[in-house]
């Protein structure tokens, strides 16, 4: 008997792949696998959350409070602002309101694992620029352009690499592309990078008629399971973003918790800060094991991408881990069978996972 068939391009797509937290045997692990805040939430957002709520009404559609909030923090237009069911729900609805079947979705051939799908649940064709090492190449990226290219996405902080384009690159990327090309700057990472180079994006959002800026309150913030993010851009975007997002999409949780988030900015300073040391805390002991093979992509996100080209593989790697009670991303389904993704946990898990690693290449502790 016949059944519900689904369009051609749905029976190509494989689900989102989410970071794993228990070992093949099912053990419970800390998990170093989906770039959470290893600090936990601010205690404002967490007071609001404990306040609770009238669970039987529907939350605001519009977030106001949470986007006037957004607004001030950085300095934005809140008309210019749409949040969202995490900022995943937002690059859905940019991607889908600009292309369609026929046409391509642009993006660096390492960057974050759900780009793929936002173009094929549409029908469009992902397309993949080549990178330059691992990181985003403006050059390539520009000269994948062709007459079929609705929208470029740019994870700047990158996932899973941590590369970061600067402003001036990012400028140069956006002075390339024709004016009817949608740039998506994704800046789920954008809170770990230094200050001094955070507000760049948001001006080329409020100057450009092409360009949407994302932020999510999943990483930094240490929010992901009130699912909140928000995009800014020209009104014409914005109008499009809100047609196509879910009429009630943030939750009344969400929405208080991640107001209250962005009133504790000492919370999201001191996360940045605790990422950069512990960062360069692991950079430093891979670097160390130059000689065993194993080396870290420069970043900028709250995690690095571990290569291993020497006498221990990924594989090993991922199981060592496991064994010392940690879940990390190896990454052959994006390419990258040779490189493990770890998010920067607590100090005592680093350091744990430094020792490990130490030990797998046959180095004392
Ligand atoms: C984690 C992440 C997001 C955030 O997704 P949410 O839906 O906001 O939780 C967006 N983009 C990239 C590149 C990410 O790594």
């Known amino acids: 008997m016949a059944r519900p068939q689904p369009k051609p391009w749905i029976s190509e797509i494989h689900a989102y792949v989410p970071g794993k937290s228990k070992s093949a045997s099912g053990k419970p692990l800390t998990k ?3 770039n959470e805040n290893p600090l936990g939430s601010s205690p404002a957002a967490l007071a609001a959350l404990a306040e609770g709520h009238v669970a039987a009404d529907y939350p605001d559609p519009d977030a106001r409070a949470l986007r006037e909030k957004i607004a001030a923090v950085h300095g ?8 969202g069911t995490g900022s995943g729900e937002l690059l859905h609805c940019a991607v889908q309101a600009l292309a369609g079947p026929g046409d391509e ?9 759900l780009y793929p799908l936002l173009a094929q649940k ?5 397309v ?21 290219t609705k929208v470029v996405l740019l994870d700047n902080p990158n996932n899973p690499v941590g590369s970061f384009l600067p ?45 949407l800026v994302s932020r999510t309150f999943s990483k930094a913030y240490g929010l992901a399971s009130e699912r ?27 929405q208080k918790a991640a107001l209250a988030a962005l009133g504790d900015q000492d919370f999201v300073r001191a996360s940045r800060e605790h990422n950069t040391a512990e960062r360069a805390r692991l950079a430093d002991a891979i670097a160390m094991l130059g000689n065993h093979g194993l080396s870290a992509s420069p970043s900028e996100a709250n995690f690095l991408l571990v290569h291993f080209e020497g006498e221990v593989s990924a594989t090993e790697a991922v199981e060592a881990l496991s064994e010392a009670g940690y879940a990390v991303r190896h990454l052959p389904g ?9 998010t920067i946990g607590k100090s005592d898990d680093m350091t744990r996972v430094i020792a490990c690693l130490r030990a797998l290449c046959g180095e004392v502790a």
């Open 32 to 34: 170093l696998s989906a």
């Open 122 to 126: 549409i029908g469009a064709t992902p």
């Open 105 to 113: 979705v642009l993006a660096s051939r390492y960057s974050f694992s």
């Open 76 to 83: 934005l237009d809140p008309d210019r602002i749409v949040c």
């Open 167 to 211: 402003p001036s690159e990012v400028a140069r990327l956006h002075a390339g592309l024709p004016s009817d090309v949608l740039l998506i700057v994704d800046e789920a990472y954008g809170e770990y990078v230094d200050p001094a180079l955070q507000q760049a994006a948001f001006d080329f959002a409020a100057r450009y008629e092409n360009v």
């Open 228 to 254: 909140v993010g928000w995009v800014t851009g020209a009104p014409h975007l914005i109008d499009l973003v809100n047609r196509l997002r879910g009429a009630f999409n943030v939750s009344v949780s969400g």
């Open 334 to 342: 994006q390419g990258l069978p040779n490189a493990v993704r770890i």
């Open 128 to 148: 993949f620029a080549d990178p330059e090492g691992y990181a985003a190449s403006v050059d390539n990226l520009l000269a994948a352009v062709t007459p079929a």
